[in-house]
């Protein structure tokens, strides 16, 4: 299933499923968020809109997602988390690091400071008195986890070998905890806008930078179609068809 907007370098966007009785409006979600907007709602194939809909708060690191009413009973609530998942990568190999030696004339393997994360040499730069040495059994030097062996033994007491390794490219890829990074910090905005229908209006001014593809557009709740039903041009969000009188249009930013 495509993304919309710009597909994420990484992450999974978390679901839960609640089932309503009729009477509850209060449940408690699986993983803490600190804006209801961080979260998509769809009831029973309807798209519900933050804040108005539905809100959340958090008390002692557990959420809660309270319903403005309360679902029908048997009415089913897909709960989707949008992007509360964080990743970054380590720093522990993210920096060139240089390990030196002196020849025995008779020592061929010496041990790295640092398992380079590549078995082919492919992040090494290896310098025995100044000059370059190929990778490969055939050439200068081979690996095997944190030991770099010579093929032949570099020269006794002269011999200045400097072992280079280079900022790691694949870098170990985990997790932050949650709610630790906030929206602010990211530069993300997920504030809406709010408009009325008048009956003949079909232009709205809308935040700068969003295509069709970056929004999502509700209208008295409903969520309609790009294209189909509305387009964008700069800061103009176009109607194909003027809302009715006093119809509730919002405008939710996906972050881009």
Do not use: W
């Not at 979260?39 to 809100?55: A, F, K, R, W």
């Not at 640092?114 to 992040?123: D, I, Q, Y």
């Not at 194909?240 to 249009?249: E, K």
Request: aromatic share 8%; charged share 10%.
């Amino acid at each position: 299933m495509a993304y919309i907007g710009a597909t994420p370098a990484y992450g999974v966007f978390n679901r839960q499923v609640v089932t309503g009785d009729g009477t509850t409006t209060v449940y408690t979600l699986d993983y803490p968020v600190s804006s209801a907007t961080q979260l998509m709602i769809v009831l029973d194939g309807i798209v519900q809109e933050p804040e108005y809909s539905y809100t959340v708060t958090t008390s002692s690191g557990t959420g809660k997602l309270t319903f403005s009413e309360a679902p029908d009973n048997n009415a089913r609530a897909s709960i989707v988390y949008m992007g509360r998942q964080l990743l970054v990568a380590t720093q522990a190999n993210s920096s060139p690091h240089i390990d030196t030696f002196n020849g025995t004339g008779s020592q061929t393997a010496f041990t790295l400071t640092r398992v380079p994360s590549a078995g082919n040499g492919a992040n090494l730069l290896v310098f025995v008195e100044g000059v370059y040495q190929r990778y490969g059994a055939s050439y200068s030097y081979t690996t095997s986890g944190e030991t770099l062996t010579f093929s032949a033994a570099p020269n006794s007491g002269t011999a200045n070998i400097q072992i280079i390794q280079l900022a790691e490219s694949n870098n170990t890829i985990d997790t932050v905890l949650d709610n630790s990074i906030t929206n602010a910090k990211l530069s993300l905005s997920y504030s809406p806008s709010h408009f009325s229908g008048n009956g003949s209006t079909t232009a709205f001014t809308i935040t700068t930078g969003h295509t069709v593809n970056t929004i999502l557009v509700f209208e008295n709740g409903v969520c309609l179609k790009p294209t189909d039903d509305y387009t964008v041009s700069g800061t103009t969000l176009t109607m194909i068809s003027a809302p009715l009188n006093g119809a509730d249009i919002s405008v939710r930013y996906l972050p881009i």
